[in-house]
C-alpha cells in the first residue's frame, strides 16, 4: 500500500525564481479533486429538499380534510356504541356502612346550555366566558343558566361516588345582602357574581319547571338545540325561585354512575315576565344551580 500515492506535489522554486515567488499562486499549481465529504453534503441537500416537497404537498393534502372535519361533527353515538361502564368501586359492596354516617354532596353540572323554541335550529356556544389574560388564554368552570318565556337552560350530570343514590335538584340564589361582600373578579375577567337578575322579585318568587328528559347519552352541546334536545319523560317538579332561599325538589332515585338530564322552563302561567339569569359559582355564598347527593347506605 502506497499511504501518499493519491497526493500532489507542487514544485519547488528555483533560486532564480524567488525573487517571484510572490506572484505564484500555489493554489492554481495544484488541481483540487472532489473528496466524498462534498458528495455527501450533495446528498444531503438533495434530501432535504425532497423531505421539504414532500410535507409542503402533503400539508396541502391534509388542510381541506381537517376544515371539513371541523365543519362537519361526527354523528352522535348509536345505541350499540354505548359501552357498558366500568364498576368504579369494586369491593365496597361487602363493606358494613352501618357504623358510618355520609354527609350528602354537591354536584355541579358539567353541562349546562340552553335551547330557544323562537330559534328551534339555534345551538347556543359553549365556554363563552373564556377571557384572555397575562398567562394565556382561561377557560373558567362557569356555566349559565338562562330562563325565560322562550328560552330554557338544560343540564346534563353524572351521579356520583358509592350509594349516594338519592338526588334533589336545588337552585340557590343569594341574598342582596350577602352579595355585598363579594370581591369582584381578576382584572380582565368578565361578568360579577353580583350580576344575576330574577324577576319578578316579589316573595312569591319564579315558578320553575323542572322537567327529567330520557335519555343515557352524552349531550352534544355543539349540536344540541330546541330541535334536537331529548325528549321529556315527566314533570319532576315545579320549584319556586327567589332571593334568600334554597329551592330544592323531592328526593328521587339516581343510580349510581347514571346520566341524569334535565331541563328548566318558566311556568306557563308566569307569562312574559318571567327571568332568571345567573352564572354559576361555587364559592360562598354559593350562586348556582345544582343535585344534591344523600348516602343510601343501608
Request: charged share 20%.
Amino acid at each position: 500500500m502506497k499511504p501518499f500515492s493519491n497526493v500532489d506535489y507542487a514544485p519547488l522554486l528555483t533560486s532564480e525564481e524567488d525573487g517571484k515567488a510572490e506572484d505564484v499562486d500555489l493554489n492554481q499549481a495544484v488541481p483540487q479533486k472532489p473528496t466524498s465529504s462534498s458528495n455527501l453534503q450533495i446528498w444531503i441537500l438533495i434530501g432535504s429538499l425532497a423531505c421539504t416537497l414532500t410535507s409542503v404537498l402533503l400539508a396541502g393534502f391534509a388542510l381541506p380534510v381537517s376544515k371539513q372535519s371541523l365543519s362537519t361533527p361526527p354523528p352522535p353515538p348509536s345505541g350499540d356504541a354505548n359501552l357498558p361502564r366500568p364498576n368504579q368501586y369494586m369491593g365496597l359492596n361487602f363493606i358494613d356502612y352501618t357504623r358510618f354516617k355520609f354527609d350528602p354532596i354537591v354536584n355541579f353540572p358539567p353541562i349546562l346550555t340552553q335551547v330557544d323554541s323562537k330559534r328551534p335550529d339555534f345551538v347556543y356556544p359553549d365556554d363563552s366566558r373564556r377571557w384572555l389574560s397575562w398567562i394565556g388564554n382561561v377557560c373558567p368552570d362557569d356555566r349559565h343558566f338562562f330562563i325565560n318565556s322562550t328560552v330554557n337552560s338544560i343540564a346534563q350530570f353524572r351521579a356520583l361516588d358509592y350509594k349516594m343514590e338519592s338526588c334533589q335538584v336545588a337552585i340557590n340564589i343569594p341574598s342582596p345582602e350577602e352579595m355585598l361582600n363579594v370581591p369582584p373578579p381578576p382584572s380582565g375577567a368578565p361578568g360579577n357574581k353580583s350580576d344575576f337578575t330574577i324577576n319578578p322579585t316579589t316573595t312569591e318568587g319564579v315558578k320553575v319547571q323542572v322537567w327529567k328528559l330520557s335519555t343515557q347519552n352524552d349531550l352534544r352541546v355543539t349540536d344540541l338545540s330546541w330541535k334536537t334536545r331529548p325528549p321529556r319523560e315527566k314533570l319532576l317538579e315545579t320549584l319556586t325561585v327567589s332571593h334568600d332561599r334554597l329551592a330544592i325538589s323531592s328526593p328521587f332515585h339516581c343510580p349510581q354512575d347514571s346520566l341524569q338530564t334535565f331541563e328548566f322552563s318558566c311556568e306557563p302561567s308566569s307569562g312574559d315576565g318571567c327571568l332568571i339569569d345567573f352564572w354559576q359559582d361555587k364559592k360562598e355564598p354559593m350562586l348556582a344551580m345544582y343535585i344534591l347527593q344523600s348516602s343510601t347506605h343501608s
